[in-house]
């Protein structure tokens, strides 16, 4: 139901030309953010904008072309990546990449059995398993155990590095329109601009990189994909691990999944939580990430961004972001802007980290503070207490190892906490949490909206 007699709910009206500035517009909001996580974990950038449009048209298809979501790399999984397969001098680990794609491949498989526990029990059984409690901190602990090593890229050149932080604050705070949609994205130009100025060294290293890639390239799909595990060297024992670290990471994405769908059912004014409903949803973003991951690429997820650019513009066709899914495919195969994004300085990449993992700290604290958790409660203390300090404890002090039989499990400290969080949730009696229906008899979910 239209709510909004200024909304465009078929962009036909609008003509070509405005259609395919709209679509453009998507682009560049999603643009910033989801080329950052190739850059911090050493995924090919043009897979990465492959299959964020694939996913998104896979998305789209799936739930019946009704909600316009665009589907971008998820920073949810960093920690994951990181945990499994951490860069090394800048350099990606492609030793231990594919082992972190495996995992993010089951981790897609959850979002599949969840929207089947949606279907079949509704969304008010199931989420009891995961409130507020559980997965705030857990989001918060993502952002803090990521902070060191946006930290150590700094130290490359703190001077290229503020520049970056101011450049989002400022854009973020004060900035209108665009400006205000697409702060990460100034803050990466601005920053790489000035270091091009200020730094001959990384001047010449950026010419050399962007001079050697071609303008026209099939994009690559064949390496560290989750696939390639299969064969001489394969390491059980490892891939076990990188599933238990990684696959729990999906409970905290689903409910920031979750938290999108409410954000863009409110923002069209169509209750897309009831049609074409969570199990439809999220079966689309499970799937475009498990065969993101299948062939390299990050995991995939719905993203805030785009929801800004549908409130800015009130154009709420969803054949708007299909458009934005197309330039995002059309532009994989330009090798020349991959190496521009490769070539980043690590001082940029690591200012506008800094500030994104402290904003993915920040969405989990917002996740608890909006849900009103009540904090005078000992279990909702005792969960909370017991989330972040095994999460920051085990990431400082090594991996918990388990050893089964002839294979040993390394549990991180992300997968650590959020598997006992969500057992404490489970056992602890004083449930406080509901999940139901606002005023209007619509479903209601008090989730913070992601990001990223």
Known sequence: ???????????????????????????????????????????????????????????????????????????????????????????????????????VVVAGLVYLVLAGFFKKFGASKVMRYFPPIVTGPIIICIGLSLAGSAVSNCRSSWLIAVVAILIVVLANIFGKGMVKIVPILLGVVGSYVFAMIVDPAARAHVAETVANASWFGLPIIWENTAMSIFGEGFDGGLLLTSIVTIAPIALAAIVEHIGDMCAISSTVGKNFVADPGLHRTLTGDGLATAVAAIFGAPANTTYGENTGVLALSKVYDPKVVRLAAVFAVILSFCPKFAALIVAMPAATMGGVSLVLYGMISAVGVRNVVENQVDFTKSRNVLIAAMIMGLAVGVSYNGSIVIPVGSITISLSGLAVAALVGIFMNAILPGKDYEFGTNEQGDTSVNFGTRHQ
């Not at 971008?72 to 499994?84: D, E, Q, T, V």
């Open 1 to 103: 139901m239209e709510n909004n007699n200024e909304a465009v709910y078929d962009v036909r009206t609008l003509g070509t030309g405005k259609t395919l500035v709209l679509g453009l517009q998507h682009l560049f909001a999603m643009f910033g953010a989801t080329v950052l996580v190739p850059a911090l974990t050493g995924l090919n950038v043009s897979t990465t904008l492959l299959f964020a449009g694939l996913g998104t048209l896979l998305f789209h298809l799936i739930t019946g072309r009704k909600v316009p979501a665009f589907l971008g790399s998820s920073f949810a999984f960093l920690g994951g990546y990181a945990a499994i397969a951490p860069m090394i001098d800048g350099a990606p680990n492609s030793a231990m990449l594919p082992y972190a794609c495996a995992g």
